[in-house]
């Protein structure tokens, strides 16, 4: 090194990303106590050409998109904000249809209307939509963090409905009809606030990366102002040449359905990474499907037993879902208290899914819901004292009722799940996948028993007995209402044991965390929480 490369400092510039932004060079005199250099600037992407559009595109991307983008943001962040400007622009354009519509129904252009009568129904839509804010708001508010998908393609489906009946409007004769049309369309407009801004707000905070929640908020808000404006100035010029009644519903309509179609897009490309409970089911019911050790307790007999000492299958074969596959697999709109074990079977070729319904869970009791009690009876109708030895080591009590008769073809289950103090995210997922577990036992057991009574009443018509006189043996018979609670606890008992085993669900939840499922979010509770000490 010469002494001319000995007296050179470089300083490397870069964005909040990590990408060079340029390079500073220091050149001097580095024998003297205090002298001075020079410094040269080496730009790290020189534009080729004076015309080129990179500069043009970096400003627009400094503008709209978060700093640091793509990497402050998930990678679901752009497909999302690409569906979600569409679906904007569509609104706005479907907006001044239903805009002019309500102008016309409250007597624009009409020589007899009043103008303190446009107001008064002005007054009674504010009044109708706020009150049903505070009673939707009320309803659902826990249940909007963990089904924030659902309540935001809800929201456009409030909204779009509101457009049509303002549309409505100007056919119906002036009065209490066209008041109660109004109304109702100001009462969903106010539904839709609520949910499209409280989903919105959760599915930010998932796109957030680096603590930028606020700033991606403000940015998007800076896209949906240009796409409302870009839709306004569009929208003008369609409005000024729809102007019949058939023109006027198609374009109506067709926006509508882009609409929808746009917002159905945005939130499947969401990739959620907290488990509420349809993705619990779908995660569990896979993990516990291709666990090969768990064939003792999902055996149809209820006199097997369960090694304690089984080891749960190797990590490599077990069938751990990320947060991408489950996006694919998840429904929008579905069963909120549904206990569902889904199976995959993947062939060369192609992947099927089947989902089998096992019943309905409540997690997060209170005690008289939990005991089956009321304000005029005390009389418990499940076995409280054996299940508090049960779970006397587990931070959660649980119990499952039949929910159909022992007649049924297929007989489903009921799920109650009380939790106890200090109870934390996992021990709720824990929870819950021992109900999917034990539901899945019970209905596999009951189906068995079916077919076992059917192959007996077959022997029996061989043997010439009569179908009224056979005594059928007891693994033959349904599962009675009287043997259901000490079956039910035979069955807790075995799969909380399968559970325990080597840490088996504690070996699920570490493997669950290494491909991105955020297990710190508590998302299973959609009504208001209660917690029992014993």
């Known amino acids: 090194m010469g002494s001319s490369e000995s007296n050179r400092l470089v300083f490397q510039e870069t964005d909040e990303a ?5 390079t500073y060079i220091y050149s001097g005199d580095t024998t003297k106590r205090a002298s001075f250099g ?32 793509p990497h402050s943001v998930s990678d679901d962040y752009l497909p999302y904000q690409i569906f979600d400007s569409l679906q904007a622009f569509c609104s706005s354009i479907a907006g001044l249809l239903s805009s002019r519509a309500v102008l016309q129904g409250v007597g624009v252009g009409n020589a007899d209307a009043s103008p303190t009568s446009a107001l008064l129904l002005h007054i009674l839509q504010d009044i109708s939509g706020r009150i049903a804010t505070i009673l939707f708001a009320h309803r659902v508010g826990t249940a909007l963090e963990p089904e924030c998908k659902t309540y935001r393609l809800a929201a456009d489906v409030f909204n779009d409905i509101a457009m049509i009946m303002d549309c409505l409007s100007p056919m119906v004769p002036a009065g209490m009809m066209r008041v109660t049309i109004l109304s109702t369309a100001g009462v969903l407009r106010a539904l839709c606030g609520v949910a499209g801004g409280s989903s919105k707000a959760s599915l930010s905070a998932h796109f957030a990366r680096w603590g930028n929640l606020a700033e991606l908020n403000a940015k998007d808000s800076s896209q949906e102002t240009v796409i409302s404006l870009f839709g306004m100035l569009v929208g003008s010029v369609v409005i000024s040449h729809i102007t019949s009644f058939t023109t006027t519903w198609i374009a109506l309509l ?103 319904y096992l019943g309905s ?149 570490v493997r669950l965390r290494d491909v991105g499922w955020n297990l710190d979010i508590a998302a299973l509770e959609t009504r208001g929480r209660r917690r029992v000490s014993i």
């Open 18 to 22: 990590g990408n060079s932004t340029a």
């Open 38 to 69: 020079r410094v040269d600037v080496v730009a790290s992407s020189p534009s080729t050409s004076p015309w080129s559009t990179k500069p043009l595109i970096g400003s627009l991307s400094d503008v709209f998109l978060p700093s640091g983008f």
């Open 254 to 356: 067709l926006l509508l359905a882009l609409h929808l179609s746009m917002n159905y897009a945005a939130v499947r490309a969401v990739q959620m990474t907290s488990l509420n409970r349809q993705r619990a089911n779908i995660t569990f019911s896979a993990l516990l499907d291709s666990d090969t050790s768990l064939e003792d307790a999902l055996s149809l007999s209820s006199t097997s037993t369960v090694d304690p000492n089984s080891k749960p299958t190797n990590g490599s074969q077990l069938t751990i879902f990320t947060p991408a596959d489950i996006a694919r697999h998840e429904r929008i709109f579905h069963r909120g208290e549904a206990l569902q074990w889904t199976t995959h079977s993947s062939t060369s070729t192609s992947t099927s899914t089947s989902t089998e």
């Open 361 to 509: 869970a409540q997690i997060g009791l209170s005690l008289s819901s939990f005991f089956g009690t009321s304000a005029n009876s005390t009389r418990s109708t499940i076995p409280v004292q054996q299940l508090t030895a049960l779970f006397s080591n587990e931070t959660y009590l649980l119990f499952l009722t039949p929910s159909s008769s022992p007649s049924s073809a297929k007989r489903k289950w009921h799920a109650s799940i009380l939790l106890k103090k200090g109870c934390t995210t996992p021990d709720q997922l824990k929870a819950w996948t021992h109900a999917l577990l034990a539901a899945r036992v019970l209905v596999l057991m009951h189906s068995s028993k079916e077919t076992q009574t059917k192959i007996e009443r077959g022997r029996s018509k061989e043997r010439g007995r009569s179908k009224r006189g056979r005594k059928e043996s007891p693994d033959a018979t349904d599962l009675s209402s009287s043997s259901d609670i000490f079956t039910v606890l035979d069955v807790l008992e075995r799969t909380l044991s399968c559970l325990n085993a080597e840490s088996r669900f504690g070996d699920y939840l």
